[in-house]
Structure formats: structure tokens, C-alpha cells
């Protein structure tokens, strides 16, 4: 897909998304089940621990689950919608990710040094080159899934932890195994949708098992991203090579975009001009659709990583179908809210997201 064609299909589905890269970690632990005695540790030992732990030799399969109220046919929401995905470290910075959509399955090796992806829907495989001494590929893949929930999972520690009130819950057993429950609640000057985040941290290996995210005024978790399977073993060599299957195409890709490519991607975050505004659980992220979009333009559908093709996407249509109409100081527009996130969209190509009330995003935009 070309630089600016990725870019507005972004800022028109950035939300979903975006709430997707929340996203790790597994299942509930059994009904009536004692939950497992462990160590006291404090919230601060255990949140470092987590961000400084390094991955062993291990496998596991992570299952989502999303009461996240995105419309069906909002583009984006195909991201979070997968069966299953199982996941592979030889812990030595080699992985395998294989994720079941349907009756396909993408899968990605980092083998050290190349990094292959493989779409089973149309037999094709990409293959990138890593510069020497680039040790790790980037955890999400271009539509949007994860490649490294556990580096995501820190990413996120991280983004808010200064911003909240963390605490040790208790313990838990996720995918079989012992973990504490530790629990991330905006401090009371945040204003945000969401109530707490909830991470299960493995007692032995201190990787995130289970990721919950609750909102505000529900009991049941938003998102629930985890481990219905994990187990720390070495694992088969031949897991991290990859060939591709006989007659697929394949398309190699230099590590560095080319000059060409770079230029257009900076045309087009020029044009978007992408701003957070505030920190923490509030912060907002503000921008601008471009003219030619709003003013009855196509964007390209959901495809498949690396597709130019798909059935266009018309934003008025997407307007009226899943937003509503606003005005304020900022001018008139469209918002859409949902359970964790609100975007608004002015009629002069003005938009706000977060996962914040809508009065925030009135504020993030300011005055027409």
C-alpha cells in the first residue's frame, strides 16, 4: 500500500486501532480455584521487574476478547478479530508468531536476521533484511496485530504509570501458572473513560499473562488479551527458519524505505500534522484530514499487509454511518464514542481521539 494511502486509512480508523495497541495478555482462572500464595512484592519492585525482564525459551497461544462497543464494519475493528495466536521464543531473540484469522493464518519469523511474513489467503511472503546489529523487529505488522505483546505490554506500563495509582491486587493463576495482579488506576485528576488496567504478571518469568481493561461504570473487562496457554521449554530450532511454500510470491523489502518513500511519508504526516495533546490516561491525539479526502474522497479498505488493491472506502459514507453530528467552539463535526475511546472529526478536517470523554476532545481541538 502506498505511504499516503497508509496514512489516511490511519486517520480514519486510527481509533480502532489504536485501542487495539493496548493490547496483551490470557484466560480467567478457574471458577471456586484458591488463588496461589506467592511472595509480597511491591507495586514499584514489580512493575520494574516487569519492564526489565527478558524473555525465555518459551510457547504459548493468546486469545482477545473484546466487549469494546466499535460498530461491525468500522474499519480497523478486523484486528482485534482473530481466533488465535501462538506464539514462539527461542529466547535468544529469535520468534514465531502464527495468527489464525478464519481459514488463514499470517505468520511472521525473526530468525536473527531476517525478518519473513506469510499470508496463507494468497501464498505471499515478504522478506526483510535486517541492518547488522539490529537485534529486534518491531512488535505490530502492518494492519495492525501484534508481533511482541510483551514489549507492547511495557510500552504501555510505561505510558502511564506516572499518571496512576499502582497497586498489588492480590495473585491469580492465568494459563496455569502462579501471577500477582497488579492494577494501574488514573489518579483522580485524569479524566479518561477507563477505570483501571489490570496486568497478570507471571511469578517466575515476570511476563505479562493477561492484560484486562475495564471502563468506567461496567464489570466486565473492555479488552481481555492473554494466555490460554503458556509454557517456559526450549524450543525446536527449525520453528524460527522459514521457506516459503512452493509457488509463492515473494517480494523482498530493504530495511530502510527509500528516499522516495520517505519524501511521500513526510508529505503526508505534514498534511495530517499529527499532535498529542496532554499526558497520561487523557492524553489526545489531534491532527487534520486532508481536503481531498473529506471532500468526497476513497480510502482503501482493510487489506492485507503489503496490498495496494480492495474495495474503497467512502468517509462521508462512514460518517453517516457510524458517527453523529456535533457542534461546539471548535466549529461542527462528527463524534463517535465508545466504551474505552471518543473521535471527533470537524467539517473542516479537524480530528481529536483519545480514550477520553467527548468535552476533552472539544478542548484538544479549541476554538474554530
Do not use: C
Not at 45 to 55: I, N, P
Not at 121 to 141: F, M, Q, R, S
Not at 264 to 278: L, M, R, S, T
Amino acid at each position: 500500500m502506498q505511504p499516503r494511502k497508509k496514512a489516511l486509512v490511519a486517520a480514519a480508523s486510527g481509533t480502532a486501532i489504536g485501542l487495539a495497541g493496548l493490547a496483551f495478555v490470557a484466560m480467567p482462572a478457574g471458577a471456586g480455584e484458591a488463588p496461589p500464595e506467592l511472595p509480597a512484592v511491591s507495586a514499584e519492585d514489580l512493575v520494574q521487574s516487569v519492564l526489565t525482564a527478558d524473555a525465555p525459551a518459551l510457547r504459548g497461544t493468546v486469545t482477545v476478547s473484546e466487549q469494546l462497543g466499535l460498530p461491525a464494519g468500522l474499519p480497523g475493528v478486523g484486528a482485534l478479530d482473530l481466533d488465535e495466536a501462538r506464539v514462539f521464543n527461542d529466547g535468544n531473540g529469535k520468534t514465531r508468531l502464527a495468527i489464525k484469522q478464519g481459514g488463514t493464518e499470517n505468520t511472521v519469523v525473526h530468525d536473527g536476521a531476517t525478518v519473513w511474513s506469510y499470508n496463507s489467503a494468497d501464498n505471499t511472503a515478504t522478506k526483510v533484511t535486517l541492518p547488522e546489529g539490529v537485534e529486534k523487529h518491531e512488535g505490530i505488522t502492518e494492519n495492525g496485530q501484534l508481533t511482541d505483546p510483551t514489549a507492547v505490554a511495557g510500552q504501555m506500563l510505561q505510558a502511564v504509570r506516572e499518571f496512576s495509582t499502582v497497586t498489588v491486587d492480590g495473585t491469580a493463576r492465568v494459563a496455569d501458572r502462579p501471577a500477582y495482579e497488579l492494577v494501574l488506576t488514573p489518579k483522580p485528576d485524569e479524566r479518561t473513560l477507563l477505570r483501571e488496567i489490570r496486568v497478570a504478571v507471571d511469578s517466575e518469568t515476570r511476563l505479562p499473562l493477561r492484560l484486562e481493561v475495564l471502563t468506567n461504570g461496567t464489570t466486565e473487562p473492555a479488552l481481555e488479551v492473554g494466555f490460554s496457554e503458556f509454557a517456559v521449554e526450549q524450543q525446536p530450532a527449525d520453528l524460527f527458519t522459514f521457506t516459503p511454500p512452493a509457488g509463492a510470491k515473494v517480494e523482498e523489502l530493504a530495511p530502510e524505505a527509500k528516499p522516495q518513500d520517505q519524501a511521500e511519508a513526510g508529505k503526508v504526516k505534514d498534511a495530517i500534522d499529527p499532535q498529542v495533546v496532554g499526558t497520561g490516561w487523557d492524553s489526545v491525539i489531534t491532527g487534520r484530514v486532508p481536503a481531498d479526502v473529506l471532500a468526497g474522497g476513497q480510502l482503501p479498505s482493510e487489506l492485507p499487509e503489503g496490498k495496494d488493491g480492495g474495495e474503497p472506502v467512502n468517509v462521508q459514507a462512514l460518517l453517516d454511518q457510524f458517527t453523529k453530528p456535533v457542534s461546539g467552539p471548535f466549529g461542527t463535526g462528527h463524534v463517535i464514542t465508545t466504551k474505552v475511546g471518543t473521535a471527533l472529526l470537524t467539517d473542516d478536517g479537524r480530528f481529536a481521539a483519545g480514550a477520553v470523554p467527548e468535552q476533552v476532545l472539544i478542548e484538544a481541538l479549541g476554538t474554530k
